[in-house]
């Protein structure tokens, strides 16, 4: 048998989120305030992290 390199290309969407607490007199406000100051820093452990694998193929990898 001969061996046949292969290249595997996987897609994904990821979806990161987090909850933040934000001193309001109503939601609408709240909103309005955290769209006006920054997210938490990209590592803060509060966000949480989704991957959802979208599409996945195989094809012959390209000879270099």
């Known amino acids: ?3 046949h390199n292969l290249r595997i290309i ?3 969407r990821v979806e990161r989120a987090v909850i933040l607490p934000v001193e ?4 609408q406000s709240a909103i309005d ?3 006006e100051g920054d997210a938490p ?3 803060d452990s509060r966000w949480q992290t989704t991957w959802i ?3 996945e193929q195989v094809e ?4 270099d």
């Open 33 to 35: 305030r955290q769209s």
């Open 24 to 27: 309001a007199p109503d939601e």
């Open 41 to 43: 820093a990209f590592d």
């Open 60 to 63: 012959p990898a390209p000879n």
């Open 10 to 12: 996987q897609v994904f």
């Open 53 to 55: 694998l979208k599409n």
């Open 1 to 3: 048998m001969t061996a």
